[in-house]
């Protein structure tokens, strides 16, 4: 099993529906959980980032932390194209210092 | 702030030869973790450095090697070089405290070819 799973898509959706990407951790002792915005030929960028259980909402971005569920989710409202991207989950180990990314998750708006 | 800055951006190097990469953290950021992406491995963690203090690495071989400076600037060499080292290096830089591991920014990453 993976540390850190992601469904590689493509998810595909159209402009200014919601798209949920979902991620699933192994450690159960893991405290940070990070979402990663990765375009084509760019470095990751750093969307979302929730360390409590529930909902954190910015903007049209939402991550939701289920720990007894070891799930983390990212919604992302009335999607546009340029959202177009590959979204990489990540999660610290237990004692921190070392982040375990996903896979990440291929998504395509279509306009 | 500036960002996360990364030296070389590009890199062709040959089989046997060693290559340092450079990374210069945000200001005031003191941990630095570098990664090495593939197309195929996606990103694979390297190893973080706070203080000038190795505090994990991941599961590479000892070719793989770094160090930070008392700036916070830190370099990573790769000694012996493989095809198979071909690959984007990132860095990324943490406000992270001695306790705790927060968000990271990246770098734009070198881009290394080994032919």
């Known amino acids: 099993q993976k540390e850190v799973e992601q469904n590689s898509g493509p998810l595909s959706v159209p402009e200014g529906a919601i798209a949920s990407l979902n991620c699933t951790y192994s450690?159960?002792?893991?405290?940070?959980f990070f979402w990663y915005r990765q375009y084509s030929g760019k470095s990751p960028e750093l969307i979302m980032f929730?360390?409590?259980?529930g909902d954190k909402e910015d903007g049209r971005f939402t991550a939701q932390l289920n720990k007894a569920s070891q799930y983390v989710s990212l919604l992302i409202r009335d999607s546009q194209p340029s959202d177009s991207a590959t979204y990489l989950c990540?999660?610290?180990?237990?004692?921190?210092?070392?982040?375990?990314f996903g896979a990440g998750t291929r998504l395509f708006v279509k306009a | 702030k500036a960002g996360v800055t990364q030296t070389p951006r590009y890199l062709i190097k040959t089989r046997g030869q060693q290559v340092t990469l450079s990374c210069s953290p945000i200001?005031?950021?003191?941990?630095v973790s570098w990664y090495q992406q593939t197309p195929g491995q996606g990103l694979q963690f390297l190893f973080e450095?706070?203080?000038?203090?190795?505090?994990n690495k991941g599961n590479f071989p000892g070719r793989f090697s770094g160090r930070q400076f008392s700036n916070s600037r830190s370099e990573m060499n790769v000694s012996t070089l493989e095809l198979g080292d071909s690959a984007l290096y990132l860095c990324?830089?943490?406000?992270?405290?001695?306790?705790?591991?927060?968000?990271?920014?990246f770098g734009p990453g070198t881009r290394l070819t080994v032919t």
């Open positions: 450690d159960r002792g893991s405290q940070s």
């Open positions: 929730i360390y409590s259980n």
């Open positions: 200001s005031g950021h003191r941990s």
């Open positions: 450095y706070f203080s000038e203090t190795q505090r």
């Open positions: 990324a830089s943490s406000p992270t405290k001695i306790a705790g591991f927060y968000e990271q920014y």
């Open positions: 990540a999660v610290t180990t237990t004692g921190g210092f070392k982040t375990i």
